[in-house]
Nanobody, 125 residues
Framework: QVQVVESGGGLVQAGGSLRLSCTVS????????MGWFRQAPGKEREGVSC????????YYTDSVKGRFTISRDNGKNTMYLQMTSLKPEDTATYYC??????????????????WGQGTQVTVSS
């Protein structure tokens, strides 16, 4: 059974930082592309960032480029999203996804629907 668990969300003022973590079990993490998605109330879920299995290739949606950094530690089966210069528009539930399609020029798409439960990020103005 694949388990995906996010953590690190919270309430932060605009301009602040948060670091999200995602730990995965039940699959070969070091062979799996990983991604972050977010969904705000009343809006579609969107791909935020992804990282390929080796950590060499990454993708960021335009709205977070220069502010968010994705990384992974395959020895810990963990992926991270370091979020800086947060804006109220970043407010959403953030979801981790394992086994994704990840292309720097096209974006991120879930393949296996291995999702975490989500962690809430709220940015106040």
């Amino acid at each position: 059974q694949v388990q995906v668990v996010e953590s690190g969300g919270g309430l932060v003022q605009a301009g602040g930082s948060l670091r999200l973590s995602c730990t995965v079990s039940g699959l070969a993490f070091g062979e799996s592309n990983m991604g972050w998605f977010r969904q705000a109330p009343g809006k579609e879920r969107e791909g935020v960032s992804c990282i390929t299995y080796s950590g060499i290739n990454t993708y960021y949606t335009d709205s977070v480029k220069g502010r968010f950094t994705i990384s992974r530690d395959n020895g810990k089966n963990t992926m991270y999203l370091q979020m800086t210069s947060l804006k109220p528009e970043d407010t959403a539930t953030y979801y981790c996804a394992a086994a994704v399609w990840c292309r720097a020029d096209y974006g991120v798409r879930s393949v296996k629907n291995y999702w975490g439960q989500g962690t809430q990020v709220t940015v106040s103005s």
